[in-house]
Nanobody, 126 residues
Framework: QAQLVEFGGGLVQAGGSLRLSCAASGRPFSSSAMGWFRQAPGKERMFVAA????????NYADSVKGRFTISRDNAKNTLYLQMNSLKPEDTAVYSC???????????????????WGQGTQVTVSS
């Protein structure tokens, strides 16, 4: 399994921006689709964005389209999530996830992902 570590969470005012990073190790990073999910207190884990193994295909939840951008640098084994125009309802723990080795399709459901990071807290104040 991949080891995934997220960075970049924090406290930001509504309308601000944050960039999350996810460093991967332990297996070929470029061979798997990656995704970001979030979970707010008392709520179920929710899909945010996903990217294919090559980076050529992305998927977004409707609630973040036009505000968030997922990207990856396969040379650096790192996944990113640029979050702009943040809203209080974006407050959650954000986790990155990796699909199995060789699976490049950017799925939008959590059970399609094999490896998970520990998560990073994002808090947006109004």
């Amino acid at each position: 399994q991949a080891q995934l570590v997220e960075f970049g969470g924090g406290l930001v005012q509504a309308g601000g921006s944050l960039r999350l990073s996810c460093a991967a190790s332990g297996r070929p990073f470029s061979s798997s689709a990656m995704g970001w999910f979030r979970q707010a207190p008392g709520k179920e884990r929710m899909f945010v964005a996903a990217i294919s193994s090559s980076g050529g295909t992305t998927n977004y939840a409707d609630s973040v389209k036009g505000r968030f951008t997922i990207s990856r640098d396969n040379a650096k084994n790192t996944l990113y999530l640029q979050m702009n125009s943040l809203k209080p309802e974006d407050t959650a723990v954000y986790s990155c996830a990796a699909r199995s080795v060789g699976v490049g399709d950017p799925a939008t459901v959590h059970y399609a992902y094999r490896s998970w990071g520990q998560g990073t807290q994002v808090t947006v104040s109004s």
